[in-house]
C-alpha cells in the first residue's frame, strides 16, 4: 500500500517561494503518475502540476512559468517548487501518486496528508 508524506507547507509574502516534497513508501507500479492539488476554503480541489515516471510534466495554465514540478526515482520523492506565489495561491496543497492516469494527471490514488500554503 503507497503512503505519501507530505511537507514544506508554510506562510510566505506574495513574491516568495517554497518548495514542497512528497516522500513515496511501497511503490510497486512500473509506470505511474504523480501529482500536486490544490484546495482553497470553499472550492473544490484542483490539478495543479503532475509528472509520470518517464519524466513527462503537466501544468495549468495559472502555474506555469512559476511552478515547477520533479520527482527524485532515487528518493521516491516528488517535488513542487513555487515561485513568485501569489495570494491566490493560497490554499492545501496536496500529492498523489498512482498507477494509473488521466491527461497525465494520478486518479484514484492514495493523498498525502495536505500542507497548508499561505501567501500574504
Known amino acids: 500500500q503507497v503512503q505519501l508524506v507530505e511537507s514544506g507547507g508554510a506562510l510566505v509574502q506574495p513574491g516568495g517561494s517554497l518548495r514542497h516534497s512528497c516522500v513515496a513508501s511501497g511503490v510497486t507500479w512500473r509506470y505511474f503518475c504523480m501529482g500536486w492539488f490544490r484546495q482553497a476554503p470553499g472550492k473544490q480541489r484542483e490539478g495543479v502540476a503532475a509528472i509520470d515516471s518517464r519524466g513527462n510534466t503537466k501544468y495549468k495554465d495559472f502555474v506555469k512559468g512559476r511552478f515547477t514540478i520533479s520527482h527524485d526515482n532515487a528518493k521516491n520523492t516528488l517535488y513542487l517548487q513555487m515561485n513568485s506565489l501569489k495570494p491566490e495561491d493560497s490554499a492545501e496543497y496536496y500529492c498523489?501518486?498512482?498507477?494509473?492516469?488521466?491527461?497525465?494527471?494520478?486518479?484514484?490514488?492514495?493523498w498525502g496528508q495536505g500542507t497548508q500554503v499561505t501567501v500574504s
Open positions: 498523489s501518486w498512482s498507477g494509473e492516469c488521466a491527461g497525465g494527471y494520478p486518479q484514484f490514488g492514495p
